[in-house]
């Protein structure tokens, strides 16, 4: 009996022991799960974090989907006025230097007196100012220069949109004509073709216009001559006594002489006629004095002849 109640007992610590084991093992089981919680929410903070884009990688992201800024078509034109000592031989260097730049003279106009200079020339937008700073610089002084810009990006867009309007327009008109079936459609159709290709000439027209002035800057320089030195009027010399009474004289003197002289040359070429009428005149009038009369017949020589 005493035997049943030791080995009960001990079935009773033993198994008291048991539990107790298992329920460390279980307490030590679960810590690990309740400590990968924290861990967890550090991973999942830390792929958020990794996710999340930086500072600068934002930036360049936006950098990446703003569009790219358009280019601008610009014409460029200026007017030069410059000084130079040799109008002719500034106007040959600036022709040097826009043809050595791929460039060409529109107009040129060089006379007068004093010779002056107008030329009109064409500069390629990519050269205009280097060429501008050159004529500015060593073709004589600058005496003004005016500069302007235009950016016609807006209409070469617009030009270029309505040419292709108009050519598809034509296209469907052309169209229209193949399938017309009598002769007023015809006329109809064909007068619309004709008035549809003159706008898009004049569209084209245009659209080259602005293509050149675009492609070459125009500069317009007109070089002058360095002004003329003023004349000082002479000082009138208020001379008194006897030099001076004498100089007075003397200029008297010459001036009578002077306006002798130019009448005698004026009245020279009529005396010379008068002199030429005059001999043959004489001459006749002498030779009849020479001739002497014819005697007298007596009458009574008369009435013997009777």
């Known amino acids: 009996m005493k035997m049943r109640k030791v080995l009960c007992a001990l079935a009773t610590v033993a198994l008291v022991a048991g539990c107790a084991a298992d329920g460390d ?36 992201v936006q950098v990446t989907q703003q569009s790219a800024p358009e280019q ?38 060089t006379g007068g007196d004093p010779v002056t200079a107008m030329l009109t020339l064409k500069v390629p937008s990519a050269q205009y100012p280097a060429i501008l ?52 459609e015809v006329l109809r159709v064909s007068g619309e073709i004709d008035t549809r290709q003159a706008d898009l000439e004049a569209l084209q027209a245009r659209q ?46 010459t001036a009578f002489v002077d306006g002798t002289l130019t009448v005698v040359g004026a009245l020279l070429p009529f005396a010379v006629l008068a002199l030429l009428l005059a001999v043959p005149a004489l001459w006749l009038r002498r030779r009849r004095r020479a001739v002497p009369p014819a005697p007298p017949i007596e009458p009574e020589r008369e009435k013997e002849a009777v």
Request: aromatic share 4%; glycine share 8%.
């Open 25 to 60: 093992s279980k307490t030590d089981a679960g810590l690990p799960a309740m400590a990968s919680a924290p861990q967890a929410d550090k991973e999942m903070a830390d792929a958020g974090a990794a996710k999340e884009p930086e500072p600068g990688e934002v930036k360049n």
């Open 72 to 109: 601008r078509i610009v014409a460029y034109t200026a007017t030069l006025r410059v000084r130079a000592d040799k109008v002719e031989d500034a106007a040959a260097k600036a022709k040097t230097f826009v043809l050595g730049a791929g460039g060409y003279v529109g107009s040129e106009n």
């Open 133 to 184: 700073n050159r004529l500015s610089t060593e073709l004589g002084k600058k005496i003004s220069l005016e500069q302007s810009a235009e950016d016609v990006t807006e209409q070469i867009a617009d030009v270029d949109s309505r040419i292709k309007s108009a050519k598809s327009a034509l296209d469907r008109l052309r169209t229209l004509l193949g399938q017309a079936k009598t002769i007023g």
């Open 208 to 253: 080259k216009s602005l293509a050149q002035r675009t492609t070459f800057a125009t500069v317009t320089l007109e070089i002058v001559p360095p002004p003329l030195a003023p004349v000082e009027p002479k000082k009138k010399d208020d001379r008194g006594g006897f030099l001076g009474g004498l100089e007075n004289g003397w200029n008297a003197f």
